[in-house]
């Protein structure tokens, strides 16, 4: 005879998925709330790369998102009422009314309010080893990492007018820009070609093989008809895509773009549910922004708890 799953412990006060900035800074605002919490956290997305933020304020030197993370996790352990959680949701359903149940791998949590953390997943060029480069020296972010490129050899890697577009703005911080398509398409605008090149910016319209460096730091990439091209930094825009399945589970409305669609007070069109960071946005993916979402979102779903006495008529 089959176990049966063990039963839901009693519901926390808010559930949130994704461990990143904003979800640890919604975290904690709700623990500091004396609000009961979970995070979950599966360890990855884009502040678990290699990258530096040099962007936020307070950390006069930089801080690595890694390091940022591994803070405020720490941060968070002194409210014995909110922990983080290793398991990836598999599944959720409920509402407001019932309370939410999240499912993972034969594990059940209830919550009486949900936040969405989820980010999103870029499509970085990949080649052997690429995950070493992510965030050291190939970057997707002009506003984090552009300032410290500026002078140096730049590769922009993308097929469409948005990649056209980066390595315009780039051409303001280095005059040593080349644009590489990686795609079998080439989507880049006669408009948009020409400013090309009267900016002196060359575009090659061929794919990634290889890449040649150390510990992570570009010396070149061998495309597949054999050139090699020697860079320093390497700034992917093959765009982004947002972790909605689980909104998806629960019919959250999304923007045109995609995207979770949120109010000011980071509430999606499903009552009790909330979400934060770069799920909710096609641009301002920054730290700092996700830690001001979560916090927003934290304050909101703080309020919605409230009995109706304790609330504004």
């Known amino acids: ?9 009693a519901p926390v006060d808010a559930a949130i998925v994704g461990g990143g900035p904003a979800g640890l800074s919604a975290a904690l605002y709700l623990a500091r709330y004396n609000r009961t919490v979970l995070v979950f956290d599966t ?3 884009r502040s678990t790369h290699h990258q530096v933020n040099h962007n936020y304020l ?4 930089g801080i690595a998102t890694v390091d940022l993370r591994e803070l405020g996790s720490r941060q968070l352990a002194h409210y014995p009422h909110a922990r983080i959680v290793h398991h990836r949701i598999t599944d ?4 407001a009314d019932r309370g939410f149940t999240l499912h993972a791998q034969g594990h059940h949590w209830q919550a009486r309010t949900l936040m969405l953390a989820t980010g999103v997943l870029d499509h970085f060029p990949h080649f052997p ?8 020296s190939m970057f997707w972010c002009i506003a984090c990492d552009g300032y410290e490129n500026r002078g140096r050899r730049i590769l922009v890697v993308g097929h469409t007018d948005a990649a056209a577009g980066e390595a315009m703005q780039l051409h303001a911080l280095s005059d040593q820009v080349r644009l590489l398509t990686n795609s079998r398409s080439d989507e880049i605008s006669p408009l948009m070609r020409r400013r090309l090149a009267a900016a002196g910016i060359p575009v090659l319209h061929d794919r990634i093989k290889a890449a040649e460096g150390k510990e992570g730091h570009f010396e070149a990439v061998v495309t597949r008809r054999g050139l090699r091209l020697e860079l320093d930094a390497l700034f992917s825009v093959q765009g982004a895509t947002p972790e909605t399945e689980l909104a998806r589970r629960l019919s959250v409305a999304l923007t045109p773009s995609g995207y979770v669609a949120v109010d000011t007070e980071q509430k999606t069109s499903v009552p ?10 096609l641009h301002s993916h920054q730290v700092a922004a996700a830690v001001h979402e979560g916090a927003q979102a934290a304050s909101a779903a703080h309020y919605f708890l409230h009995p109706p006495e304790l609330k504004a008529g």
């Open 43 to 45: 360890g990855h997305g």
């Open 58 to 61: 307070g950390f006069p030197d």
């Open 92 to 95: 959720l359903e409920g509402d």
């Open 272 to 281: 009790g549910v909330y979400a934060a960071g770069d799920l909710t946005a």
């Open 1 to 9: 005879m089959s176990a049966r799953p063990a039963a839901p412990a």
């Open 129 to 136: 080893d690429w995950q070493e480069y992510a965030g050291r």
